[in-house]
């Protein structure tokens, strides 16, 4: 299945590129990598679709997947405990129990990147 190694996520700081997933979203060098090793592109267009439903004058989401027995719940928040969104996704084979991403308006996209990116 994955070939991800969770000890590489930390290693992001930055980027050098920006990735396109959609006309008003982008992934960072670390997303992007998230990704591909852990091939949960599907998670990134959930985030993207839950991002188009979110206010940009809330211009930071902080976005939590928790993962047990093959299901998982991704919540959207403000950063200060305030929830945006909720979803339950029925299956996934996420190789991780948990992750926490990002995600920031930036005047003319979403740019979802990992936590050491920002």
């Not at 070939?3 to 982008?26: M, N, V």
């Not at 990704?35 to 939590?64: G, K, N, P």
């Amino acid at each position: 299945m994955s070939a991800l190694d969770p000890s590489q996520l930390s290693q992001f700081t930055g980027t050098e590129k920006y990735y396109r997933i959609s006309r008003r979203h982008l992934l960072t060098d670390g997303t992007k990598y998230l990704a591909e090793q852990a091939e949960c592109y599907w998670m990134m267009d959930a985030i993207a679709s839950h991002l188009c439903e979110i206010d940009t004058q809330d211009w930071f989401v902080l976005v939590r997947m928790d993962v047990s027995q093959g299901r998982a719940v991704m919540v959207y928040e403000d950063g200060n405990g305030g929830e945006h969104a909720r979803q339950q996704i029925p299956y996934t084979d996420f190789p991780l129990s948990s992750i926490t991403l990002y995600a920031c308006w930036d005047g003319e996209h979403w740019v979802i990147m990992l936590p050491s990116e920002y």
